[in-house]
């Protein structure tokens, strides 16, 4: 199970112990809750059953005879350390740098955002941009596909100082799922982007379209700001 926050912070909490994921942050846990490292093993011995997978072991099969028999069960039990890998247990630093030296990204919702993840989280929001876009304009059905436009919404406003184009993301989000999870920041998150990129009118509709929606939200007051609407 991979848990995504976009703010404030989350407790995972099983038989295993108990975990926080931050804001900005997004990690990978097994069934029994177990973290990062752990869940990284897990997750990509399940990628290795993919046909993916098997085309990789298919590969690694063909080495030389003397190879497979001289350590057969070991290369067996390791994964292998590729950027997914790396990603999952928290080193984006160096998931990064493979996916810079070439590394190959399944054209796959998933795995696209794991890589945003991995460009994001090592300060590289442009690339991470890039790989959520991709996101939006190839797997538009994908159930993770809100989110990938929210995260993008984010990064286009916090790091890169793009806020029309943040806007559009967070109506994106929206749009995909009206009723999910992510819609009420969604609008928010829209009214400040509208504002901070000077479309005052956009701001001041889209303030109203929230508080109408929302009316008890804690977020009304900002939204109001942003708006035009505090007095």
Same mark, same amino acid.
């Given at each position: 199970?991979?848990?995504?926050? *976009?703010? #404030?912070?989350?407790?995972?909490?099983?038989?295993? #112990?108990? +975990?926080?994921?931050?804001? &900005?942050?997004?990690?990978?846990?097994?069934?029994?809750?177990?973290?990062?490292?752990?869940?990284?093993? +897990?997750?990509? @011995?399940? @990628?290795?059953?993919?046909?993916?997978?098997?085309?990789?072991?298919?590969?690694?099969?063909?080495?030389? !005879?003397?190879?497979?028999?001289?350590?057969? *069960?070991?290369?067996?039990?390791?994964?292998?350390?590729?950027?997914?890998?790396?990603?999952?247990?928290?080193?984006?630093?160096?998931?990064?740098?493979?996916?810079?030296? &070439?590394?190959?990204?399944?054209?796959?919702?998933?795995? =696209?955002?794991?890589?945003?993840?991995?460009?994001?989280?090592?300060?590289?929001?442009? /690339?991470?941009?890039?790989? =959520?876009?991709?996101?939006?304009?190839?797997?538009?059905? *994908?159930?993770?596909?809100?989110?990938?436009?929210?995260? =993008?919404?984010?990064?286009?406003?916090?790091?890169? !100082?793009?806020?029309?184009? !943040?806007? %559009?993301?967070? /109506?994106?989000?929206?749009?995909?799922?009206? $009723? &999910?999870?992510? /819609?009420?920041?969604?609008?928010?998150?829209?009214? %400040?982007?509208?504002?901070?990129?000077?479309?005052?009118?956009?701001?001041?509709?889209?303030?109203? $379209?929230?508080?109408?929606?929302?009316?008890?939200?804690?977020?009304?007051?900002?939204?109001?700001?942003?708006?035009?609407?505090?007095?």
């Amino acid at each position: 199970m991979r848990v995504a926050v *976009s703010h #404030g912070k989350v407790r995972v909490r099983s038989t295993a #112990g108990e +975990a926080f994921v931050q804001a &900005g942050e997004s990690r990978w846990f097994d069934q029994a809750g177990a973290p990062a490292a752990e869940a990284a093993v +897990a997750a990509n @011995r399940s @990628r290795a059953a993919t046909p993916a997978g098997a085309k990789a072991r298919a590969l690694h099969a063909s080495r030389s !005879a003397q190879e497979e028999s001289a350590v057969p *069960s070991a290369r067996e039990e390791l994964p292998r350390l590729d950027w997914r890998t790396l990603n999952d247990s928290g080193d984006y630093v160096r998931a990064y740098e493979l996916l810079v030296q &070439g590394a190959h990204v399944d054209d796959d919702a998933e795995a =696209l955002m794991d890589a945003a993840d991995a460009a994001r989280l090592s300060n590289h929001p442009e /690339a991470a941009a890039k790989y =959520l876009g991709r996101v939006l304009a190839n797997h538009r059905a *994908s159930a993770a596909t809100p989110l990938a436009a929210f995260t =993008l919404g984010r990064v286009l406003l916090e790091r890169l !100082a793009r806020p029309s184009e !943040a806007a %559009e993301a967070f /109506a994106v989000a929206r749009e995909l799922a009206p $009723q &999910g999870s992510l /819609a009420q920041d969604a609008l928010a998150r829209e009214v %400040e982007a509208w504002s901070k990129a000077g479309r005052s009118e956009e701001a001041y509709r889209r303030a109203h $379209q929230f508080l109408q929606l929302y009316p008890q939200s804690r977020r009304a007051p900002a939204v109001k700001q942003y708006g035009g609407l505090a007095h």
